[in-house]
């Protein structure tokens, strides 16, 4: 088969895992051209015992492996990959091409797909073509029928099978020469390609916000070369204190069920409802806070955490917290940790990084999710905190600077928003948590300080939990007896106000003298959840309150803020009437007009990734120009990690790298400042670099 000059070709892959640092490899290929429709293909022989693929071991595979790093290479073509980031990867552990070949030469259609529509059901490439271009999944369901009953006569056979079965494609070939199931498959696969490129590249050019669409879409090209390259170096983790931690945890998850076991008095499955129902609720007796959908009681976090003080929930919390520190996180480095061919003797994760991994082109991360690593001073909805972080760090003889956008997304919903009070205590630079909160709960004349204050001096309580409060209540005669005329009696109310008067009505600096931050947390909380799109139930969540205090909460908070309310709702019907709306980049995300409250969110979390994204875009070209021995390892939400050589780490370099990340192109009125710690040993100890 021959490609003419100028010719966009499909590329798909099919391989024996989906692994590629782990060694699964591909195993066979079809090409497409985007003229006749012409397909070809060619299956490399797989060794069943080792699932090796040998890309040499006749001579038609030898001419194959010959005439596919010929199409790879040749300038002439332009390449079209659904999910280019797998089957490129797996084409360069080929040694099929290098990433100089298919520099500006290749289009990624998945990509393409959820730029044009951000709220797809689903960017799978048989999805997406049966929904555009009626081509239906025979090919599929003949192909994993095929599969299913050769893994049976593998298994027979002694040969290596996979756990996941979309990992055995290459069996029905192996058992029978002459099936062609396999090929048929992959055929259509660069056929549905070819098809959805031809769709998707008419449509940046002449649908609707075409110029936002490509534009979106070539900056999201332009990255993928960075991130490939953040994958390719990995980040460093350390075996032994992952061991040290995963046989901790395992200790811990062994200690809490012979005490749980010891509590309950008799055997029960830990993970079985029914057997928690019975102890939880019947023999212990313990009141129904909630139930599930099918009315039963309830047993997650949520309903248990109303009964942490029993010795047997404690015990259950901190059992799945364990178990969780286990299976999400160190369980997870240990099977996917390889050894680091940058760090002799040493230890690397390789994460992957989906570029548009929701639909408001925030990064998701998987395999292991690095994204989600637990601070050690946060736990797993339990008691004990997970040390995740701790087998992280720097590869010897580097450094970690770890660049953090400070309040990113509040700031972006200030100036989006338009806020008045919020702009103002920005560009003063005052904490905004705390400015609000003040204004929300603070103040002379205002009730809603007094029952804050109130509640911050446990007025309505039995007793004192502080010494701090305990003081207060000394100093202006407060006791038990009082306590029983509640929390917000007139006779309360009056001692809040002497006492906040004393801190000239502000909440939070009175609130601090307790050791507390109620009112800064609880603003805190409401702005986030009403960015985010969430109501009551999410505050309630949050705060650990009633529905009903979650409902006043929100209630103050509009009534002192009446622009935020106003402007969401605007946004939301103008969001539901042209069915997206376009973030300060130009990204065009939709909407479904059911769920239109969601469109501030979707502008705030897509403006933020893409200043992120930018970031990344104009580091990685910074760091690269001054050729020194300096990289981006990870991207954590709204933060950047480096990885520098000390030698490297010029104070000039990490200036540089913070006015590049804080250059906003103009887009925002508000400044979006960068904050720089540096981590010498572990990511979970880190010291602020003044600049």
Excluded at 463 to 490: L, N
Excluded at 636 to 657: C, M, N, Q, S, T
Aim: some cysteine.
């Amino acid at each position: 088969m021959s490609f003419n000059p100028d010719q966009c070709v499909a590329v798909d892959v099919e391989t024996t895992g989906l692994h590629p640092f782990h060694g699964d490899r591909m195993f066979s290929i079809s090409l497409c051209d985007d003229r006749e429709g012409d397909t070809w293909y060619h299956e490399f022989p797989v060794d069943p015992f080792t699932r090796e693929v040998n890309y040499k071991a006749r001579p038609e595979d030898r001419d194959a492996f010959a005439y596919i790093r010929e199409v790879l290479r040749n300038k002439d073509y332009r390449l079209i990959f659904h999910h280019a980031r797998f089957d490129i990867r797996m084409l360069k552990k080929a040694k099929l091409c290098n990433q100089q070949d298919l520099n500006g030469r290749f289009e990624d259609t998945l990509f393409a797909a959820r730029v044009c529509n951000t709220l797809e059901v689903s960017y799978g490439l048989k999805h997406l073509a049966k929904k555009y271009a009626k081509m239906g999944n025979e090919d599929e369901k003949d192909l994993k029928a095929a599969v299913m009953k050769g893994r049976r006569k593998a298994r027979a056979l002694g040969w290596k099978i996979a756990e996941d079965s979309e990992a055995d494609y290459w069996i029905p070939k192996a058992l029978d020469p002459e099936s062609t199931v396999c090929e048929k498959y992959c055929r259509l696969d660069t056929v549905r390609t070819m098809v959805l490129w031809m769709m998707y590249d008419e449509l940046m050019a002449k649908g609707p916000q075409c110029v936002n669409l490509r534009a979106t879409y070539n900056r999201e090209m332009r990255l993928w070369h960075v991130v490939r390259a953040m994958e390719d170096r990995g980040v460093r983790i350390d075996r032994d204190r992952t061991k040290q931690e995963l046989d901790a945890a395992t200790a811990k998850v062994k200690h809490h069920e012979k005490e749980m076991l010891k509590l309950a008095g008799r055997p029960f499955k830990y993970g079985s409802n029914k057997d928690l129902i019975q102890l939880i609720y019947g023999q212990f007796g313990l009141e129904v806070k909630s139930r599930t959908d099918t009315g039963l009681p309830s047993t997650d976090w949520k309903a248990l955490r109303e009964h942490a003080d029993h010795p047997f929930v404690r015990e259950m919390l901190a059992y799945r917290a364990s178990t969780k520190s286990i299976s999400t996180f160190f369980q997870k480095y240990w099977d996917m940790m390889l050894p680091d061919p940058l760090n002799p003797k040493g230890y690397v994760l390789h994460p992957g990084f989906n570029q548009c991994g929701t639909l408001t082109g925030r990064f998701s991360c998987s395999d292991p999710n690095l994204q989600q690593v637990a601070n050690s001073n946060t736990s797993a909805r339990g008691t004990d905190p997970i040390q995740a972080r701790a087998p992280f760090g720097p590869r010897p003889g580097y450094v970690w600077y770890l660049a953090d956008y400070s309040a990113m997304e509040l700031r972006m919903f200030a100036d989006i928003a338009d806020e008045p009070f919020m702009l103002q205590t920005i560009a003063l630079g005052r904490d905004l948590h705390t400015e609000c909160a003040n204004k929300a709960w603070g103040g002379k004349g205002n009730y809603n300080a007094l029952k804050a204050a109130a509640t911050a001096l446990e007025l309505g309580h039995d007793a004192p939990t502080k010494d701090e409060v305990a003081d207060v209540w000394a100093v202006f005669g407060w006791d038990r007896a009082k306590a029983q005329q509640g929390v917000h009696s007139p006779e309360a109310m009056t001692v809040a106000d002497l006492w906040l008067a004393g801190f000239n009505y502000d909440i939070v600096k009175a609130e601090k003298s307790l050791g507390k931050s109620g009112s800064r947390g609880r603003a805190k909380c409401v702005m986030y959840t009403k960015i985010y799109g969430g109501g009551p139930d999410a505050v309630r969540d949050l705060l650990y309150c009633t529905k009903q205090e979650a409902k006043d909460f929100m209630a103050q908070y509009d009534a002192t803020f009446p622009r935020i309310k106003e402007y969401m709702e605007q946004r939301s019907r103008q969001a539901a009437k042209d069915g997206y709306v376009l973030n300060r980049f130009g990204r065009r995300l939709n909407v479904d007009p059911h769920y239109a409250y969601r469109a501030v969110n979707y502008e705030v979390q897509g403006s933020g990734a893409d200043l992120v994204k930018e970031g990344m875009l104009r580091s990685y070209d910074y760091l690269s120009n001054t050729g020194l021995d300096a990289h981006i390892v990870l991207q954590v939400h709204d933060e950047l990690i480096f990885e520098i050589h000390p030698r490297h780490a010029y104070k000039w370099l990490i200036r540089g790298l913070k006015t590049i990340m804080e250059d906003t192109g103009g887009r925002f009125r508000v400044e979006m400042p960068v904050e720089f710690k540096r981590a010498t040993s572990q990511w979970d100890q880190k010291e602020l670099v003044e600049l």
